[in-house]
């Protein structure tokens, strides 16, 4: 089992920045594929970026792109996201997922586990 607790949420204005942290408890951290989605309130969860278990692979959504950055540290057995130039739009509960095949997927059902989520509010 292992548990993905994410940290760094908050208030922001528009045009601000955030970085969340997905840390997560086990050391074969480095063979997981690692994902970030979010949901915002009377909307279906919904991917915004992925990276695999060598980093090499990193995928993001159209809405995020070039405005988001995904990273993950092996050693600290933590994965990231890098947040600037965020809009209202992008107010959510944005929840970190393990996949254990590696493949940092678009796709929900592949991933095995998932945090608990961390609130992001942009204001106008």
């Known amino acids: 089992q292992v548990q993905l607790v994410e940290s760094g949420g908050g208030l922001v204005q528009t045009g601000g920045s955030l970085r969340l942290s997905c840390a997560a408890s086990?050391?074969?951290?480095?063979?997981?594929?690692m994902g970030w989605f979010r949901q915002a309130p009377g909307k279906e969860r919904e991917f915004v970026a992925a990276i695999s278990q060598s980093g090499r692979t990193i995928n993001y959504s159209d809405s995020v792109k070039g405005r988001f950055t995904i990273s993950r540290d092996n050693a600290k057995t933590t994965a990231y996201l890098q947040m600037n130039s965020l809009k209202p739009e992008d107010t959510a509960v944005y929840s970190c997922?393990?996949?254990?095949?590696?493949?940092?997927?678009?796709?929900?059902?592949?991933?095995?586990?998932w945090g608990q989520g961390t609130q992001v509010t942009v204001a106008s």
């Open positions: 086990t050391r074969t951290f480095s063979i997981y594929g």
């Open positions: 997922a393990a996949d254990k095949y590696g493949l940092g997927s678009e796709k929900q059902e592949v991933y095995d586990y």
